[in-house]
């Protein structure tokens, strides 16, 4: 592609290499735009002579046409894109959705000189109509066989991102305290609504126990059988691991335990298990304030009914600092 000067008269049909502005400051044509016979007459109109244009060449494809093209591969789910100025396109959430990136795709994509893409951060949650990522094109125009060749790596890898639907959430809340299981439920009952409404959930089911072995038992036995997306322990202690009351508990009920300890600040002390397809998530302290923590990394995930990992768990230390 080069960029040249010309007579007006003989830009219909090149690219303009910049954006041409009213004296007034008013934008008259922008950047990228192909140029047509009306807009030969419209600049004529404010007396230009030449303009900056530029104009495809063999094995060169248009911005508008790469990104479109790359925009197909990227997202998959609960998404659907739509054109934007200037080479690019939006990627959007049809519905309330956790949005599940692949990181290292996503780097080997954008270590091209091509294309580039931005996406929201891994297991977040995002709105029905909400942004959740946009792919640009280098200025103008693309190798033809760049463009194949990111095609080619996302036809072959699958889709960089992947909107999962969130529908009809419900989350069972176990509140324990060792003296007096109300008590939890008086401190956190509203911080944890708080928290849940964010994510468009409702508490299903809560119960307030004290912090002993059988009543945890019992009481995640009762929440399980009510079948909820999640369940959340809300404890007034710290636990020291599996072995304390909240994790023999759990163990006892038949789950399995995913992971303790979370590279995340605040949530250190998280504990995450799984019943069945239930994931169970015990996390003291977080529910004292309504600020982020590692609560909110794992609601996403939970609600829209995606397995995270105790690898997944770990590689939350990266940007696990939240406050």
Known sequence: ??????????????????????????????????????????????????????????????????????????????????????????????????????????????CTASVVIATLPNLSYAQANQRIATVKSAPFAVAKSQLEAIVSILKE?????????????TVGILYSDPINGDRARMLFESIVRQRLERYGANSSFALACLEDEDEVTRGLSHLVRTKPTAIIVASTTAPAGPEDVIGRAIVRLGCHVERFLAPVEPGNLLLLAYKNDIPIISAPGCHRSARPNVVDLLIPPALAKYRVSGWEVACLGHGGLLG
């Open 157 to 169: 890898r699958g889709a960089i991102l992947q909107a999962r639907p969130i529908r009809k959430p």
């Open 1 to 110: 592609m080069r960029a040249q000067t010309v007579d007006i008269l003989e830009s219909s049909g090149r690219i303009l290499c910049c954006t041409i502005f009213k004296p007034c400051g008013k934008k008259l044509l922008s950047k990228g735009h192909i140029l047509n016979e009306e807009d030969v007459r419209l600049m004529q109109t404010e007396g230009m002579q030449e303009v900056w244009v530029t104009q495809l060449e063999d094995g060169e494809v248009s911005e508008d046409d790469a990104v479109i093209a790359v925009g197909r591969e990227v997202g998959a789910g609960s998404v659907e894109m739509r054109p934007a100025p200037g080479g690019r396109v939006n990627l959007m959430a049809t519905e309330d959705c956790c949005v599940l990136v692949d990181e290292d795709l996503l780097k080997q994509i954008n």
